[in-house]
């Protein structure tokens, strides 16, 4: 159990050296981790983000690119060039200069949204929201699609159900298929037709087969149950410790979680000018990502013996259910989902590293308080 611990915190202390991808680095390119935010007051010239959630409340000059479970451009967002998604959702509610595509569970253009070019989205569902707009073409293979705001072009909807809101502006001609519902008060500006082909074909702009919202969902609930189970299986009494630490001290944990979202992209900074250390920075990156997603799985793992807690049931694999379980619904909430998602992501980092730091201290002590055989003799 020790030399597991030790490596454990090996690989914590490197990646936490070496992380250049998260938050706060206003000239990073690339970024990784359990949540990727460009800040409010924060510019970047363009954005690649690999992450549990991809947040932008800044200005993306360029264009953004993201492998992420959500992705979400807010109201005070802004992105000079593409947003190109796959995620579980993508929701836009700030300004769009270019394109959006989108491979999602869900891809949302939320009330005073502004895409100054065409939208392409192969998901489980799309929304257009009163206030929102659409300076060019729409093109949409869905399982729904509900429009309520603006398209200035075009738009060419593949879906079940095709729903044209009373405040429905399309401006172009409207091709779809699928069944259709036309409020009072929609307009279509051109023809208004039927094409039983666009049904079969993915929108322009997306790759490979349309992929359900619960499809994505299911997917993080299995692979966070499975490394659950693997940390459980094969660090026992690390995991409890941490999964401890996480419900005793959950604003210390998200604390220790928060600073080192801040510290370790100055410290990538120092490494990054030395030219040398730019190789060990990429794989740093990589290595911190995977701890930020085992931090992400103790934190489910922690909700799980919270909520047992209150009741006669106990026991680490019950725990490890249900955590994983209760947080893969609640992060589905609208508007609230992101904001669980990181707070349980920064408990449980937080009290991962917490749990190493306090470990290895204690074997340290240890080893000093052990006295040394050839000085005795």
Known sequence: MRGNGRSLLVVVLVGVVVLGALPGVATAVTRSGGTVVVAENETVDELEAFGGSVVVRGTVEGNVSALAGDVYVTETGRVGGNVAGAAGSVRIAGVVDGDVAGAAGSLTLAEGATVGGDVAAGAGSLTVAEGATVGGDLSAGTQTASINGTVQGDAEIGADEIILGPAAVIEGDLT??????????????????????????????????????????????????????????????????????????????????????????????????????????????????????????????????????????????????????????????????????????????????????????????????????????
């Open 176 to 377: 779809y298929d699928g069944s259709l519902q036309r409020a009072d008060g929609a307009v279509v500006g051109g023809a208004v037709e039927r094409d039983d082909d666009l049904a079969t074909a993915a929108p322009a702009g997306t790759n490979g087969p349309l992929v359900p919202a619960w499809v994505s969902v299911l997917y993080g609930l299995v692979t966070n149950l499975l490394l659950g189970a693997v940390l459980l299986f094969v660090f026992p009494s690390f995991s409890q410790r941490v999964v401890l630490e996480a419900a005793r001290n959950p604003a210390l944990s998200g604390g220790v979680g928060i600073l080192s979202l801040i510290v370790v992209p100055l410290a990538l900074l120092l490494l990054v000018v030395t030219l040398v250390g730019i190789p060990l920075a990429l794989v740093g990156s990589l290595v911190f990502g995977l701890l930020v997603w085992v931090g992400g799985v103790y934190g489910r793992f922690a909700v799980g013996a919270v909520i047992l807690a209150y009741t006669d049931r106990e026991g680490e694999w019950a725990a490890l259910l249900v955590g994983v379980v209760v947080v893969a619904f609640a992060v589905q909430i609208p508007f609230l989902g992101w904001v669980v998602n990181v707070a349980v992501g920064l408990v449980g980092l937080g009290a991962l590293l917490l749990a190493l730091t306090s470990g290895y201290r204690r074997r340290r002590a240890e080893r000093q308080a052990t006295p040394d055989v050839g000085a005795v003799t």
